[in-house]
């Protein structure tokens, strides 16, 4: 199954059956005091560094998000699109639980962006899912509802599952719904990653959609969390995942290896190109 984002002149093609898709993570001032410090200052310069270093690294769409306690989220979000459209052309990721952030980012977001995202709460998907519909866009479904987060792959499963139902029945294609079937740290709870792979074949199974994983949450409070995520990233590409919200510079390489190594990078074309762009050069 494919899910198209694009913008003027780049269109990515989020795809089941394709190379897997990055989606840079660093526009988010969840736990980055520069960052929220930079939003609040309006200190545009700082947040259009991150964006260019992230297209850098390999990201191909970028995700955006301004959730800093204390300010004007709907102005500010229009804001930070505008300056990022005009500092990168890659498709943009709208994120924000806001559904009047989400609308008016929509109304400002050049090309065909992302939505992240609505859940199985009923009061999100009746504010965010209408939007989607009238601007014609993808959004990732997360699986968590009224009751929290289910503790096992059935339950999250039938939450994707009421998601998918919803928006069908409001003429929404299944092609535009991205399932993020969350991950809990294994520092808590072991069998977490395990949960989450277990979603994503059952999700794959029943509906064929493409998934979205935000990686780095499985390692967080463990020591050599960047190993922890290599591996849960390649655990979750061989079960079906097609894109994530993560680390272009940390963890673009891995992607691109476990493409080639998944058959889904013809010649190693892919993995060359990236190989040549980012190795360190010779000065000698």
Same mark, same amino acid.
């Given at each position: ?55 850098e690294a390999g990201a191909e769409i970028l995700d955006v998000n301004v959730g800093v306690p204390g300010i004007d989220e709907v ?28 609308? $008016? @980012? ?7 962006? +992302? /939505?992240?995202?609505?859940? %199985? ?5 009746? #504010? ?39 928006a069908d029945s409001l003429g929404i294609p299944i092609e535009n719904i991205i399932i993020d079937p969350l991950v809990l740290t ?5 069998? $977490? @990653? ?7 074949? +059952? /999700?794959?199974?029943?509906? %064929? ?5 935000? #990686? ?69």
């Amino acid at each position: 199954m494919k899910t198209t984002v694009a913008r003027d002149p780049v269109t990515v093609t989020i795809d089941t059956e394709g190379p897997f898709t990055i989606i840079g993570e660093k526009i988010n001032p969840t736990g980055r005091k520069k960052l929220q410090a930079a939003i609040k200052e309006k200190n545009y310069d700082y947040v259009v560094s991150l964006a260019v270093a992230q297209v850098e690294a390999g990201a191909e769409i970028l995700d955006v998000n301004v959730g800093v306690p204390g300010i004007d989220e709907v102005a500010t979000i229009k804001d930070v699109i505008g300056v990022v459209a005009d500092a990168v052309d890659v498709p943009l990721c709208i994120d924000s639980p806001s559904h009047e952030a989400v609308a $008016a @980012a929509l109304s400002v977001c050049p090309g065909r962006p +992302l /939505v992240n995202s609505v859940n %199985g709460e009923e009061t999100s998907m009746q #504010a965010i899912l209408p939007l989607v519909k009238e601007y014609d866009v993808p959004v990732i479904g997360l699986t968590l509802d009224e009751d929290g987060i289910p503790e096992d792959g059935p339950a999250r499963f039938a939450v994707a599952r009421k998601i998918i139902e919803r928006a069908d029945s409001l003429g929404i294609p299944i092609e535009n719904i991205i399932i993020d079937p969350l991950v809990l740290t294994v520092g808590a709870d072991s069998n $977490a @990653a395990r949960v989450t792979l277990d979603t994503i074949g +059952l /999700v794959t199974e029943e509906y %064929g959609v493409n998934i979205n994983l935000g #990686a780095s949450n499985v390692s967080f409070g463990l020591p050599d969390r960047h190993t922890l995520n290599q591996a849960f990233l390649g655990l979750g590409m061989g079960a079906g995942a097609s894109c994530a919200i993560t680390d272009a510079a940390k963890l673009a390489p891995t992607i691109k290896a476990a493409d080639l190594l998944r058959g889904r990078d013809p010649h190693g074309m892919r993995y060359i190109k990236y190989y040549r762009a980012h190795s360190p050069k010779d000065d000698g």
